[in-house]
């Protein structure tokens, strides 16, 4: 899988197999590392809202996949079956979002303890993940806590 992130041909096309949306919006993973993950998208024709900027959606989808990927690759590395799902999500915006903006989540580690809990333990573990989204310039245009579930399955 981690191969899959880091050819961009491949990565393309998985998500036009798995999660097309994301395809259509331009999703790219822009960095993957053992603590963080950065996923990038562009304001555009298939990311615009009527005030000219990225729309909130878009970003939640990029957001959410910052988060996502670390939680898949995580569960994949354990080699038991789990399941994961996004049970809450909240944001805050700043400023308008034009441009690449970049969302990145850096707190993989802590991630991967709460998947060990759920998967020693057998019970559901809720893990509340911060993505925080910014321009080129560096600036924070949104922040989203994504809260995900995980359980071992069986």
Partial sequence: MEKLIRNPWLFRLFLIRKL????IAGLRVQHYAADSCTISLRYGYWTQNPFRSVYFAAMA??????????ALLLLRQRQ????MLVTGLTATYGKKAVGKISFSFRNIEAMGKAIDHAMESGEGVVFVAESIGTNQQGEEVARFQISWSFRRKG
Wanted: avoid cysteine.
């Fill in 80 to 83: 038991k079956p789990a399941s």
């Fill in 61 to 70: 989808m990029a957001a959410e996949m910052s988060t996502g990927l670390p």
């Fill in 20 to 23: 097309p949306l994301a395809w």
